[in-house]
């Protein structure tokens, strides 16, 4: 799906002032990046939804309390507190992730799992109870109830979801730190995405060019978003 | 010599290298002018093992290369680059390449240092007449130099007309020349970004006869291999060989933007030049 997305954005830009491989590239790392974030994030976040919003335990009111506030995570700290945890002299150094795709996977996971969560969770407690009950009534297990109740929650759960894409594709603080904005020398990025060549391009003063690339950006979350709405059924 | 040293098959050089990559941080003057690339792209058909650049101002490349994330540091602040030398971070230190810093500011010149000899009379001035001058304020090579100025000049800057950006070169000069106020640029920033902006050059550096105080070094040092046993030493000094060597020398002398060289080689001597290999100021300790 991402080479066909890459293929698709890359197709208008045959009069542009960079190199194609360049920019599909760099669009090509963004999406895997994120997406691979995402997925994983929605993995997780999900679970977590149901339990906090179904299960009684102590310090549920925290857990909720710091879902919430991970939504407002300022993206530079979680950079930096990934890069501690992967430079080579942190915990996991000997796994030699600083300045790669994975530590930057890593870093938007953290940015984008309270988001999905804490959409989810507002979706699946908003779930009416009578639908509960009834799947109950009919004799459906714990799983099967934890399924009709996703199932009739998606709509929100799929509003999470791409709440969660938009925080990770489109922050440059943490990546910019984490992954490096590497690009090698004959232009194909290694860990240089949208966002971190935009913030290249600015930086030389460059703004035109910047710009574009922001355009670009916002075409590929329009993408992602037409894609996740059609899977999620398109009543959003 | 056994590196590549026998192959007219020009197929890259030795298969024990090819699947490395280098880790070399450096900063944004380097990066954003195109060098780094042209010289990895030299570096790579010889040798056959990817770069990875990573760009950052002096201070945080040399942080990355003292947490061992970086194989090789290529840097233009010889105080800091000899305190990573002292703490035995780094190791193996050559003298690599050249150009100088230029003061800019706006056509009517409101601090009125066009043609000063003296750049410390310059940031006299420009403070003196509270003129705007905007600064890196982000630890690189460019705003350790400029402190070191204002330093010079007998002054601590500060208040409204001095602004600290904290951003890199390129955007310094737009702020610059968007607030008609001054700056310290590399001459190679400058240069590349010329056509785009209002700014013209008001103090030259040693480069067209200015001041010996705005001479812009760059060092390359590998990352000491005893502190951190994880990084490609024997790759940083053949980036290191490589980049010293006469093939290397002449991509830095041959790259031009707009027709401009923007780098002067500093690598080869005849003369020992024994200086680059140690901080500035060691001296042996005779008992």
Aim: hydrophobic share 45%.
């Amino acid at each position: 799906m991402v080479g066909a997305i890459v293929e698709l954005a890359t197709v208008p830009l045959v009069e542009f002032p960079f190199e194609s491989n360049y920019v599909r590239s760099i669009i090509y790392v963004s999406l895997y990046v994120s997406l691979t974030a995402v997925v994983l994030s929605t993995l997780v976040s999900l679970p977590v939804a149901m339990l906090v919003g179904f299960a009684e335990f102590p310090g549920r009111r925290l857990a909720i309390a710091l879902i919430n506030t991970g939504m407002g995570l300022p993206s530079v700290v979680v950079g930096l507190a990934v890069l501690f945890l992967v430079s080579n002299q942190g915990p996991l150094g000997s796994f030699d992730l600083v300045f790669t795709k994975e530590a930057m996977i890593m870093s938007q996971f953290v940015l984008a799992t309270p988001v999905i969560t804490g959409v989810s969770l507002a979706a699946v407690t908003g779930v009416d109870d009578g639908v509960r009950d009834a799947s109950y009534a009919l004799g459906g297990t714990r799983l099967d109830v934890a399924l009709v109740t996703i199932t009739e929650a998606r709509y929100g759960i799929a509003t999470g979801v791409l709440a969660g894409l938009g925080r990770a594709i489109s922050e440059v603080g943490s990546v910019l730190i984490v992954g490096g904005n590497i690009a090698g020398a004959d232009g194909t990025a290694i860990t240089r995405t949208l966002t971190t060549a935009i913030q290249l391009e600015a930086r030389q003063g460059r703004f035109e060019l910047a710009l574009l690339l922001g355009g670009i950006l916002l075409v590929l979350v329009l993408l992602v978003n037409a894609v996740v709405l059609r899977l999620g059924g398109g009543r959003v | 010599m056994g590196i590549a040293g026998c192959s007219d098959t020009d197929d890259g050089g030795d298969a024990e290298i090819t699947d490395q990559t280098l880790t070399l941080t450096t900063t944004t003057s380097t990066y954003d002018t195109g060098l780094v690339d042209e010289l990895n792209l030299a570096f790579e058909e010889r040798f056959g093992a990817g770069v990875a650049a990573v760009n950052e101002g002096t201070g945080a490349a040399l942080e990355t290369g003292r947490r061992g994330d970086a194989d090789v540091v290529l840097v233009h602040a010889r105080a800091l680059e000899d305190e990573f030398i002292r703490e035995g971070y780094g190791v193996n230190r050559r003298d690599l390449m050249y150009n100088d810093f230029v003061v800019v500011g706006p056509d009517d010149d409101p601090a009125g240092i066009d043609g000063l000899d003296e750049v410390t009379e310059a940031f006299r001035a420009i403070a003196e007449s509270e003129s705007v001058f905007v600064s890196r304020g982000d630890s690189s090579g460019t705003h350790t130099k400029e402190l070191e100025l204002w330093d010079a000049a007998g002054l601590d800057p500060g208040g409204e007309w001095y602004r600290e950006a904290g951003s890199g070169m390129g955007q310094v000069l737009v702020q610059a020349d968007q607030s008609s106020g001054y700056t310290l640029a590399d001459r190679a920033t400058y240069r590349s970004m010329r056509s785009q902006l209002s700014l013209g050059i008001r103090v030259e550096g040693p480069i067209e006869d200015g001041p010996e105080l705005l001479a812009n070094p760059y060092g390359i040092v590998a990352v000491n291999p005893a502190v951190h046993d994880t990084v490609e030493y024997d790759l940083a000094l053949a980036y290191i060989g490589f980049l010293t060597s006469r093939a290397g020398q002449d991509v830095i002398e041959s790259y031009t933007v707009e027709g401009e060289q923007l780098f002067f080689p500093r690598s080869l001597s005849a003369e020992p030049n024994f200086e680059q290999y140690v901080p500035e100021d060691w001296t042996r300790e005779v008992d």
